[in-house]
Each structure stands twice: as C-alpha cells, then as structure tokens.
C-alpha cells in the first residue's frame, strides 16, 4: 500500500492545552493565547527528508504548555487508511473535529489507528507535550492507504476555531 508522510505542517506553541478547541474548525490565521500570555501566531514547520519534524521549538522547557501542528490531509476517495505518529511523547490527534483513538505498537513503538478519510480535504490536528527535560519533541507523521494522499499546511483554506486572545 502506499505510504504518505506529513512534510509540513501550520503549528503553535507553547500554548494550554484548552487554547485549542480540537472538535472545532481551525482558523490558522487567528491568534492563540499562549501560555505566558502572549499571542502566538500558527506557523509553517517543514519537515526533514525523512518526514521529522521537531515541535521541541515550540516549546519552552519545563513547560506545562503543548505545541498543535496541523496537516491538511487530500484523499481522492473515501478509504480506510491507517494514521502513524512516531513520537516518544503522549500524542493525541483528531481528524476533522473527531478523536482517533491512538495505540502504541510494542510498548515503546509509534502509535496508530484505524481512520475513514472522507474524498477530498479533511483535517488533522495534533497535540503534543512538552518534553519535562527541554529536549527534542520529534515526530513523523504517516498514512498508510490503499491509494496515496496528498497534503498541505492548511493555505487551501483550512479553517477552525482556536481559543485566542
């Protein structure tokens, strides 16, 4: 099956975890109240010819805040695929407002999940912590599906809701 890899994303951080209504629509061009109160703005963040991207720039160590990347996932048709996020932090994701329900393979492995992708865009929002000790926060982000998806940082207007200031 083909392997699609996330290589960019419109991302925030630091900023509280109920700064972000994750089962709303994201409005990347608004604001976010970020955890030491002041406004941040959502950002492009590329990802390296491996497909990591590190959200550790995000944030402050020691914080309590998270960082939110999105991807504006294309599919063709509707399909079942499975979602991949290999990250050593406690990941938590959400497509188009919806919870996916994560499970991490072998204890230390990437966690995954089953998901429906509607035809056409839909939207993927990710939670990440801070890491306790200010180090990396890498993660890969990968769909796996019978027929390959496209996807973008949210400029082909990608909108939702976030809590800002």
């Given at each position: ?7 960019q ?45 590190d ?44 919870p ?66």
């Amino acid at each position: 099956q083909p392997v699609s890899i996330v290589g960019q994303y419109r991302a925030v951080g630091p900023v509280a975890t109920s700064a972000v209504d994750p089962t709303a629509r994201i409005d990347l061009d608004a604001e976010v109240a970020g955890d030491a109160g002041r406004a941040l703005a959502w950002r492009r963040i590329n990802a390296d010819a491996e497909g990591l991207v590190d959200l550790g720039a995000l944030l402050s160590p020691g914080s309590s805040g998270v960082a939110y990347a999105v991807a504006a996932i294309d599919s063709e048709t509707g399909q079942e695929a499975r979602l991949v996020l290999d990250t050593p932090g406690a990941v938590a994701a959400w497509l188009d407002g919806k919870p996916v329900p994560l499970a991490r393979s072998k204890g230390t492995g990437p966690f995954s999940s089953r998901i429906e992708l509607p035809q056409g865009p839909s939207t993927l929002l990710i939670r990440m912590p801070a890491a306790g000790n200010g180090s990396a926060v890498p993660l890969v982000t990968t769909i796996v599906a019978p027929r390959a998806v496209g996807f973008s940082a949210g400029e082909s207007g990608l909108s939702a809701a976030v809590g800002t200031k």
